[in-house]
């Protein structure tokens, strides 16, 4: 019963590096989304999708890119990695339709931008 | 956009009752949501509202008046475990079928003996 799975859970980095971060879930989740978490500033949303091949723009999108191209795959892209970006980031996928759609999160990716 | 306001700290006694409070303003709402959060550990959901009035959930219950844009979570019976973040969260806006998720900054509880 994997829910949400974060990879990887640990990273550090050089600035200007690139790489990616790996969200899968195996709920059927129609919606996925990506937030960093930094001290004091709560869960900021970087991008969210709204269903397979969709994506779109939350609070703070700009040095990160994402896709969608499988259903239970959302991935988060640094092209070119900042100190700013030094940060917690967590994926979450919720399902569609009506009442209590609670979101569910991975257990986090603890990134560092040396 | 949406904006969600909480109370960054508060400090409770155990075996008391204590109220956090979020006030939020957003286009478009469909719903609130109240997660825990344990230090470097992920959010857990705790309550869902869409409808005004009061949810109960055995210690924890969370209430919803949309007309005013304000909710709280209710923690009775407060424990040292209970020591944590709480964060408050709208679902709501224009875009991506009213499915964004937006948390507030957090509240940080600290249970004392």
């Known amino acids: 019963n994997a829910g949400v799975t974060q990879t990887p859970k640990f990273r550090v980095l050089k600035t200007g590096q690139s790489m990616t971060l790996l969200c899968a879930q195996d709920?059927?989740?129609?919606?996925m989304y990506w937030y960093r978490q930094d001290p004091g500033m709560g869960l900021r949303l970087i991008h969210y999708?709204?269903?397979?091949?969709?994506?779109a723009k939350g609070e703070v999108p700009d040095g990160y890119n994402v896709s969608r191209l499988k259903k239970q795959n959302f991935l988060l892209g640094l092209e070119s990695a900042a100190p700013s970006q030094t940060s917690v980031y967590f994926c979450a996928s919720s399902s569609g339709g009506q009442g209590a759609t609670e979101a569910f999160f991975g257990q986090g990716t603890r990134l560092t931008v040396v | 956009g949406q904006n969600i306001d909480q109370p960054t700290e508060m400090t409770a006694t155990e075996g008391a009752i204590v109220q956090i409070n979020c006030t939020y303003q957003t286009s478009g709402f469909n719903g609130l949501f109240w997660y825990q959060q344990h230090a470097g550990e992920a959010p857990t959901f705790l309550s869902y509202n869409v409808l005004d009035g009061l949810e109960e959930k055995g210690r924890f219950s969370s209430f919803l008046s949309r007309s005013k844009g304000y909710s709280y979570l209710l923690l009775k019976e407060l424990q040292m475990k209970d020591s944590a973040s709480y964060l408050c969260a709208v679902k709501g806006g224009l875009t991506g079928g009213g499915n964004k998720l937006t948390f507030g900054t957090g509240t940080q509880l600290k249970v004392e003996l």
């Open positions: 999708s709204v269903g397979e091949g969709t994506t």
């Open positions: 709920m059927n989740h129609e919606y």
